[in-house]
C-alpha cells in the first residue's frame, strides 16, 4: 500500500491525479485528505500498512517532484513525479 499526503488543499488534485497513475500501474494507493498535522497523518499512514508515503506540498508542486518515504527504513528521497511509478516498483 502507498499512501499519498497532499500538505495543503492546493495539492489535492495532484494527490488525486497522482493516486490515479498509481492505480492504473497497479500500485495500490490510499489518499488521506485531513487537515492534521504531518505526524498524525504519517501515524495514520503506519496503521494503514503503507510501504511508501508520498508527501505532496508546495516545493513539490513547483519542482513537479515527490517526496517518498520509506516507512519501514525510514529513509526518504524526493524525486521527480514521472520517476514515482518506476521508484515504487524497486
Known sequence: LHVIIPM???????????A??????????DVIFEEASMKSMMRKANKMGAKYVLILGEDE????????KN??????????QVEAIDYLRK
Open 20 to 29: 490515479d497513475n498509481l492505480q492504473a500501474e497497479k500500485l495500490c494507493s
Open 71 to 80: 516507512m519501514q527504513t525510514g529513509e526518504s528521497d524526493t524525486i521527480k
Open 8 to 18: 495543503t488543499e492546493k495539492q489535492k488534485p495532484l494527490a488525486l491525479l497522482l
Open 61 to 68: 508542486q513547483k519542482t513537479n517532484s515527490v517526496t517518498v
